[in-house]
């Protein structure tokens, strides 16, 4: 990220002792670190939603290749991604039809009440 040698970083701790003093230098380290930590873990969440996003873009593309194909003679990566699709999409679909499904037989039951 940057590129402080260790004399620099000497000299960045020289000065941070002359002007904060040693009872705040301590407290001012923490903060920086935890800023720069909070920097870190944000920057990292941003690639991970970034990568997972051009994934599913891909998929999406691979999908619309298949479609035009016929979803016939399909390369083995094509394949592999209509198949990845399917699962999700079916992953997707479950939680919703657990809950109509126990909807439905709440109301059932109510009803026979």
Do not use: C, H
Not at 29 to 40: D, F, Q
Not at 59 to 72: R, S, Y
Not at 107 to 112: A, D, L, N
């Amino acid at each position: 990220m940057f590129d402080i040698g260790f004399w620099e970083l000497i000299l960045i701790s020289v000065v941070g002792l002359v002007v904060l003093g040693p009872e705040r230098l301590p407290v001012a380290i923490r903060s920086v670190s935890r800023w720069v930590g909070a920097a870190r873990n944000m920057a990292s969440s941003v690639k991970d939603e970034l990568s997972q996003e051009l994934k599913l873009q891909e998929l999406q593309e691979n999908l619309k290749k298949a479609e035009q194909m016929g979803m016939q003679d399909l390369s083995p990566d094509l394949r592999n991604s209509v198949d990845e699709l399917k699962k999700a999409a079916s992953e997707v679909q479950r939680p919703y039809a657990d809950k109509n499904n126990e909807q439905s037989s709440a109301t059932t039951s109510q009803k026979q009440e």
